[in-house]
C-alpha cells in the first residue's frame, strides 16, 4: 500500500516557476515508477510526465518538454515536478501516481495509486 500527498501547487503568472513535490509511505516506494498527470477544467486526465524506478529514465509529454523536469529521492520517499515557462494551457490540478509497472507509463490505467491533487494555475 502506497499512499501520496502533492503539494507546491499555486497561483503563478505565465512564464513562472512552480515545482511540485509529492512524498509517499511506505518502504518499497523504490520499487514503484513515479507519474505526473493532469487534469483541466472539461477535460479528461492526461499525462504530464513519469519516472521509473528501474533505471530513473524519464518520459515526457510533448506539450511539457524542455520546460518540465522530473526527478525522485527514493531515500525521502520524493518525486517532484520542476515546471518552468509556465503557460495558461498548464493550468489543472495535478496528481502524483504509482505504478508498479515500468512499460506504458504514460498511460494512467498503469498506475495503482493516486494523490489527491495539488491545483496549479497560470494567469496570462
Known amino acids: 500500500q502506497v499512499q501520496l500527498v502533492e503539494s507546491g501547487g499555486g497561483l503563478v503568472q505565465a512564464g513562472g516557476s512552480l515545482r511540485l513535490s509529492c512524498l509517499a509511505s511506505?518502504?518499497?516506494?523504490?520499487?514503484?515508477?513515479m507519474g505526473w498527470f493532469r487534469q483541466a477544467p472539461g477535460k479528461e486526465r492526461e499525462f504530464v510526465a513519469a519516472?521509473?524506478?528501474?533505471?530513473?529514465?524519464?518520459y515526457y509529454a510533448d506539450s511539457v518538454k524542455g520546460r518540465f523536469t522530473i526527478s525522485r529521492d527514493n531515500a525521502k520517499n520524493a518525486v517532484y515536478l520542476q515546471m518552468n515557462s509556465l503557460k495558461p494551457e498548464d493550468t489543472g490540478v495535478y496528481y502524483c501516481?504509482?505504478?508498479?509497472?515500468?512499460?506504458?507509463?504514460?498511460?494512467?490505467?498503469?498506475?495503482?495509486?493516486w494523490g489527491q491533487g495539488t491545483q496549479v494555475t497560470v494567469s496570462s
Open positions: 519516472i521509473r524506478w528501474s533505471d530513473r529514465r524519464t
Open positions: 501516481a504509482a505504478s508498479g509497472t515500468v512499460v506504458q507509463v504514460n498511460i494512467s490505467g498503469r498506475y495503482d495509486y
Open positions: 511506505g518502504r518499497t516506494f523504490s520499487t514503484y515508477t
